[in-house]
Each structure stands twice: as C-alpha cells, then as structure tokens.
C-alpha cells in the first residue's frame, strides 16, 4: 500500500464539498479570512454557485445557481484553493483529511459539506435509476428517449416534477400515500393539483421568479466523471429545463397512479418469464381492467404490494436521499441521526472537534424553532453553509455567535405543476398532533391557500398559485400574533390583509 503523502502541515480552514454549501462556506471564510488561505477538497471537477441572491423578505430569499468551472471560483476569491479529489479518509485525532491520491491535509476547522446520495429501492439493479446530479438527469433522459413506459416509486420532490414534466411515455406512478406529494402537501393540496395531471400541456410557464439553475458557466472539458461514484453535486431547481424529457410516443401525460402501496419485488424479463405471473396493461380509465393481461414484453416487471404487476423498459427510485458520511466515518465516533447525518448543534459543529457539517451531510439537532424544520433543500444548504463559515470564524476568533435569522422560520418557495407553490412553517401541521385547526381558501385551477393555526396562532401555510400572500403570513408566523379575533376573515378574498397586519 501507497504511503501517505503530508503535503501541507500549516492547519487551514478546509472544506470538502462542491456543491452549494461547500461553495458557500468556502466564500464565506474567505470575505472573513482574506489573507488566510482556504482550502476546498470536491469530488466534482463543477461547483455550484449561488448568482443574483436576493432577500425577498425577512426569511425567503431567490437566487440562480450556476455550475461552474472551479477555476471561476478561484477567480472570484484568490484565497479560495481547490483540490478535485475525493476524501477518502477522516483522522480527526490527527486533525486532518486523506483525498483519493493519499495526500495528508491538516485542518484547523473543517466543514464536511459532502451531500447525498439517491436512497434507491434497489441497488445494482441496472434498470433502477436514481437522480442526483447532472450526469444521472442525462442518463435518465437517454433512457426514456426510447421507453413507451415507466414506472416512479416515491412522493416527494423528483416523482412530483417528472410526472408533470414526461410526455410521449406511460407512467406508473406508485406511492405509499393516500395522496400525492406527501412530502409537500395535504391531500387538499393534492387534490388541487391532480387535475394538472390529465390536463394537456397547453398553457405557457408561469414567469415568476424562483430559484434558477444553469449550466451555462460549464465547460465542456468539465464533464463530471465522478457520476459512477454517485459524487457530483445534486441538481436543484429547474434541472429538468434544458432536458427534452419525452419518450416515444406521441401523446402528453399519461399517468396512472398505484395509490397506497410499495414495491414486493423487481423482476428482469426472463426471471418474469420464468415466474409465470401476469403483468397488467396500462389502466385506461375507470373501468375494471385488471383481469386482462399484459402482451408486451418489457425490460423489467415490478410487483406491487397490492399484488398488480406492471412492466416497463425502467424504474426511477425517487424514494429520498441518504446523507454521503461513509468516508468519514471510519476511526471517528460521530453522533449521527436518524437519517444517517452528522448531528450538529446549532453552531453547526458535530459531534468531534473542529469538525463542523453543512447541507444534505448532516441532520440538524439544535432544540429548533416551534416553526422550523429540516429538509433537504437548495435553501438550506445555502443557510447552512454560510452560517457554519460564520461560526468556524467565530469558534477560531474566541467570539460568540447567535444562530442565524433563518433557522426562525421554515421557508420554501417553488414550483410544482407550473403553479407557483411557498411553503411556511409547520406548513403540514408537522408536529403538531391533533391540537390543531386548518383554514383553506381554494378556487379551482386558480390558488390553493392553507393555514395551520394552533391556539389563535399561525403556525404555517402552503400557498399555491399567485397568492401574494407569502410576506403577510411569513410576518403573523414570526410574530405570532394572536389572530383568534378574526376568524374565517384571515382567508376572506375580500379583506385585505397587509392592510392589516403590515
Ligand atoms: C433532482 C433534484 C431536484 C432538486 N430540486 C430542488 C428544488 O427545486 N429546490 C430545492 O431547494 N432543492 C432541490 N433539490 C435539493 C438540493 O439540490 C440539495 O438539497 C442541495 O443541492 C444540497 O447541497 P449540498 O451542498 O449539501 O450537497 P451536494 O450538492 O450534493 O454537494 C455535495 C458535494 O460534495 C462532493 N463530495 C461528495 N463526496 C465527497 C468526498 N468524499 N470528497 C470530496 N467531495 C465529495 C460532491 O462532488 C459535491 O460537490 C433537488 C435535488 C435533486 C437531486
Ligand atoms: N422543488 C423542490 O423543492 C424539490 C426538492 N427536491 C429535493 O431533492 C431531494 C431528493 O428528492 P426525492 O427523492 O423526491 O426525495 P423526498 O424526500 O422529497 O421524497 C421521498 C419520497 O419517497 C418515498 N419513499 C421513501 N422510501 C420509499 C420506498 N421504499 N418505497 C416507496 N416510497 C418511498 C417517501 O414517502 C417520499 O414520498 C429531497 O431532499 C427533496 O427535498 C427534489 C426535487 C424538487
């Protein structure tokens, strides 16, 4: 075996991680420290840059984000060093990282800032595809060029934009939940938004602002490799845009969804063949199909717990993320969450010294606010990195640091079904238990508005559409302000709230 190679003994702030909050964490340290050299490890030749960040209000924000060339970063901020390897190794007696050519660097604070990686149904199966970064979009897209159907295992984010976004395919949608979306919404929500799913693509993109992603800083020559291993950056809003996300056929949606179920088995053509079990056809409509059988043959068959079996040419596995703390953990005697993330407190430390921990790589486990919560989310990452710079500077300057205006409230903005969709607070009652009440406004095909309240307070809301809303109710949940005397009248279209409260 090779021997370690010490190549730099002085310790530094290092960070390991490309993505946005790595990359933000690395920036920040550098504006704070700018004669002091940062050193960022990734395993991705692209980072992620946060571009056009604006404040909305007091805790949502837009910004684009642009995968660029690391040399553009090294540009901006000439303190900033990066090092495309990956680590292969944590020694936190040592106080330092061993990357993939076994070169040593010793820190003197590090940010563990490595991602997540798909959480798959099955592994090693090749007709399982999973989405995380630029190079697994593609491969998905290759591979529905030339599917007539597919089949989505999971309820959250990615199954939610693919089924609105393929066209020319069958797709089976197969979720655990009564509803879809359950990640996002209740099935009010859900229910408001199904009818999108077998309207036909006519109307044109909403234009409002969100978050943006692009490519357009990446060269070519920084085609990631790392897309075997799972290490490149994940994808974030829009990644689907530059995509022609469309199978063979000549039709839009064609979405049929397995309600309340989840995968038995997975079979490759010949061990179905073999099984003698049937596989259903694609369900036209209501009428009871489910005694015919299938007469294609397909690449691959998935049985359901619900005992219908359905082929397909492939499975995407949108079924959540598993944070990327393997390298790390041999030798170290991190305090991990449920999750599988590194705990950190609410200086973003985790649980060794110097060791802190941003974005998808850890699980948050401060006591957090009654209206925030963690989920994996671009935002987040951003939040998160930027304050773990802000505390590693103030760990090493000997100053005290109050947590960040941010983790107040759990704000949200995006886009599902080509509405517009914000999130606030304990926006699904999270936590909650039945001491509760919801109050909704909805006018079909136009908003969808829901709010949690508890105790004449709010707690949260989900607001679809163009609502206008998201300050007014981001300031009563900040404030808390006691709201028992108005009644149905908060959701009154004709009452103007800002008038009101702001
Ligand atoms: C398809 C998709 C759509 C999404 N859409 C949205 C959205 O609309 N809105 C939203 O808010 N969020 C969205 N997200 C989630 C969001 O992209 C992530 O939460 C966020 O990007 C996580 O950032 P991160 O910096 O923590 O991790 P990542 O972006 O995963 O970056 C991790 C970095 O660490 C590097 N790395 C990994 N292992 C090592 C190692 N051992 N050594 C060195 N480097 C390593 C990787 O190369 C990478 O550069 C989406 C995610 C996906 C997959
Ligand atoms: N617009 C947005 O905000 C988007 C955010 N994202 C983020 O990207 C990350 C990855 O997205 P997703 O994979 O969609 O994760 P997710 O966490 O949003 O959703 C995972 C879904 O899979 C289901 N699931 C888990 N295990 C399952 C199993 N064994 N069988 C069937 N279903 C199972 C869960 O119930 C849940 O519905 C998440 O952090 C998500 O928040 C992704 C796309 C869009």
């Not at 550098?30 to 991705?44: G, K, R």
């Not at 800032?113 to 595809?129: D, F, Q, R, S, T």
């Not at 089924?163 to 655990?176: L, R, S």
């Not at 229910?191 to 693509?201: P, V």
Request: charged fraction near 25%; proline fraction near 3%.
């Amino acid at each position: 075996m090779e021997a370690a190679r010490p190549i730099s003994t002085a310790g530094k702030f290092v960070v390991v991680g490309g993505g946005i909050a790595g990359v933000t964490c690395a920036e920040q340290l550098a504006i704070q420290f700018p004669s002091e050299d940062i050193l960022l490890v990734t395993a991705s030749p692209v980072i992620k840059a946060v571009t056009n960040f604006k404040q909305v209000s007091k805790v949502l924000e837009e910004f684009d984000v642009e995968e660029q060339p690391k040399t553009m970063l090294e540009n901006r901020f000439p303190n900033i060093k990066i090092i495309e390897s990956g680590v292969k190794e944590l020694k936190s007696k040592e106080h330092c990282i061993v990357t993939g050519d076994g070169s040593q660097h010793v820190y003197k604070k590090l940010c563990l800032c490595a991602g997540a990686k798909p959480k798959l149904i099955c592994e090693g199966n090749p007709y399982v595809l999973g989405i995380r970064d630029t190079d697994s979009a593609q491969e998905f897209q290759k591979q529905l060029t030339k599917a007539k159907r597919i089949m989505i295992i999971g309820n959250g984010g990615i199954a939610l934009e693919l089924v609105y976004e393929i066209e020319g395919c069958e797709v089976i949608w197969a979720i655990k939940d009564k509803a879809i979306g359950n990640t996002f919404f209740d099935a009010g929500a859900a229910e408001f938004l199904t009818s999108k799913l077998t309207a036909e693509k006519a109307e044109g993109r909403i234009a409002h602002k969100r978050t943006r992603y692009t490519t357009e800083g990446r060269k070519k020559e920084t085609q990631t490799t790392a897309g075997a291993g799972n290490m490149g950056s994940a994808l974030g809003p829009d990644w689907h845009e530059g995509l022609n996300l469309k199978g063979t056929k000549e039709f839009s949606h064609k979405i049929h969804i397995e309600t309340m179920c989840e995968v038995k088995k997975i079979f490759l053509q010949e061990e179905f063949r073999i099984s003698k079990k049937k596989s259903l056809p694609f369900p036209r409509d209501h009428s009871n199909q489910s005694v015919t059988t299938d007469n294609e043959v397909w690449p691959v068959y998935v049985e359901l717990t619900n005992e219908k079996i359905y082929g397909c040419d492939f499975i995407v596995s949108a079924t959540g993320v598993t944070p990327n703390t393997e390298p790390f953990l041999c030798g170290n005697n991190f305090a991990l969450g449920e999750d599988g993330g590194l705990k950190v407190d609410a200086y973003m430390h985790t649980s060794l010294s110097d060791v802190y921990a941003a974005g998808d790589i850890c699980a948050a486990s401060w006591r957090p606010s009654p209206v925030w919560q963690q989920m994996r989310l671009w935002t987040q990452a951003r939040q998160m990195g930027w304050y773990a710079a802000k505390c590693m500077a103030a760990a090493n300057l000997g100053e005290s640091i109050d947590m960040d205006f941010s983790f107040e409230l759990f704000a949200h903005v995006t886009k599902f079904f080509n509405y517009k969709v914000v999130l606030l607070g304990k926006y699904n009652a999270q936590g909650l238990g039945s001491d509760h009440e919801l109050m909704l406004r909805c006018t079909k095909g136009h908003e969808y508005i829901k709010v949690v309240m508890q105790h004449g307070r709010m707690m949260g809301a989900v607001l679809i559409g163009e609502t206008d809303l998201e300050e007014t109710f981001e300031n009563l949940i900040l404030n808390q302000t006691d709201l028992s005397s108005y009644g149905e009248d908060l959701l009154d279209p004709n009452i103007d709230l800002e008038d009101y409260f702001d």
